[in-house]
């Protein structure tokens, strides 16, 4: 299993930036995916996920409302559009993956210990 983040970068806040992550190895469709970050010294946190059944999305909180995440199946591809940045998402973002989670709830879904990652890609938000 790869999964390779990507579009991460310096962004003024208010702005916006698309991360995409391209992913190989797996059954696509099968699999739960999404996102985490890790900013210092903080703790790692559930960004977002989709449901491989019938493409449930899920949001952590202190992002919903203005990060957007979607798949392309036939590309194999994830993204997370994120708008309306702040200071306070900066923090290195993870694409994730996982064959067995079935996402039944926010807490659920981005609490559960996904079992790929990839490499990561950094987002800084600042003026």
């Known amino acids: 299993v790869q999964l390779q983040a990507s579009g991460g970068g310096l962004v003024r806040p208010g702005g916006s930036l698309r991360l995409s992550c391209a992913t190989s190895?797996?059954?696509?469709?099968?699999?739960?995916v999404g996102w985490f970050r890790q900013a210092p010294g903080k703790e790692r946190e559930g960004v977002s996920c989709?449901?491989?059944?019938?493409?449930?999305?899920y949001y952590g909180r202190s992002v919903k409302g203005r990060f957007t995440i979607s798949k392309d199946n036939a590309k194999k591809m994830v993204y997370l559009q994120m708008n309306s940045l702040k200071p306070e998402d900066t923090a290195v973002y993870y694409c994730v993956a996982d064959p067995d989670l079935v996402p039944l709830s926010t807490q659920q879904a981005l609490g559960a210990p996904f079992t790929y990652w990839g490499q990561g890609t950094q987002v800084t938000v600042s003026s």
């Open positions: 190895g797996f059954t696509f469709e099968d699999y739960t």
């Open positions: 989709i449901s491989p059944i019938d493409g449930t999305t």
